[in-house]
């Protein structure tokens, strides 16, 4: 499988493009990612890089301990005095066949965990205006019985085949959060990120001040 680099990637290292490889392996297999290591911003980058050789579109949710249903689902919110919900990012993304990068997955708490198993896993979410959201492959199947105004009216929403999780955490307890919920954590396929050497740094800064001179 070849790799075609453009100009804004060339100067990217061999493990680099070893790891877009295995991603984009992955991606191809319909799997879900999940890319861990120590603190530093060369996951959220390697993330970035794949989204711009497959010239996918994101969403982006950052998780903490505060983080609630409503964060992952929809939020109620109210506009010329009528209510209504906004669907947030996990569910545009499932929607619109994008890529929904999750950083932070070590720190999510009990509360979204089943959530994010059921996204996972089953493609299906329970939204509040009382839709739902379903596999690709079951939504066909169902409209080759039904028609499209039945399932309408039974609010099903089909996920995207195209959508795609990649995850981004740390190893806990080495560093703060919650160790990975066993469900949850065979819900990916998980890689080992390391940091980049101090002479690969070196050479990388080195490199960047020549190509703009």
């Known amino acids: ?33 999940f890319l861990i290591g120590g603190p530093g911003t060369r996951r959220r980058k390697l993330a970035l890089a794949f989204l711009e050789f497959t010239d996918r579109e994101v969403e982006f949710i950052a998780l903490s301990r505060d983080t609630t249903e ?80 039945e399932l309408d009216s039974w609010r099903l929403v089909r996920v995207n085949e195209d959508f795609r999780v990649i995850a981004l955490g740390m190893p806990a307890p080495r560093y703060p959060g919650h160790p990975l919920d066993p469900p949850l954590r065979s819900r990916f396929q998980a890689r080992h990120i390391s940091s980049p050497s101090f002479e690969v740094s070196i050479l990388t800064v080195y490199n960047n001040k020549i190509k703009y001179q």
């Not at 990217?12 to 319909?30: G, N, P």
């Not at 720190?107 to 009382?130: Q, T």
Request: aromatic share 6%; net charge neutral; no cysteine.
């Open 70 to 149: 409503a964060d992952l689902k929809q939020r109620r919110e109210i506009k010329s005095g009528t209510a209504y919900y906004h669907d947030q990012s996990a569910v545009r993304a499932a929607t619109n066949g994008r890529i929904l990068i999750i950083e932070g997955v070590e720190k999510a708490e009990r509360n979204v965990l089943p959530i994010l198993n059921n996204l996972l896993e089953n493609r299906e979410m329970h939204l509040e205006d009382g839709r739902f959201l379903i596999p690709a492959a079951r939504y066909d199947k169902l409209l080759k019985t039904y028609s499209q105004e």
């Open 1 to 33: 499988m070849e790799i075609v680099l453009n100009t804004s990637t060339q100067n990217e290292d061999a493990s680099t493009l070893r790891h877009l490889k295995w991603m984009l392996q992955k991606d191809i297999l319909s799997q879900d990612i």
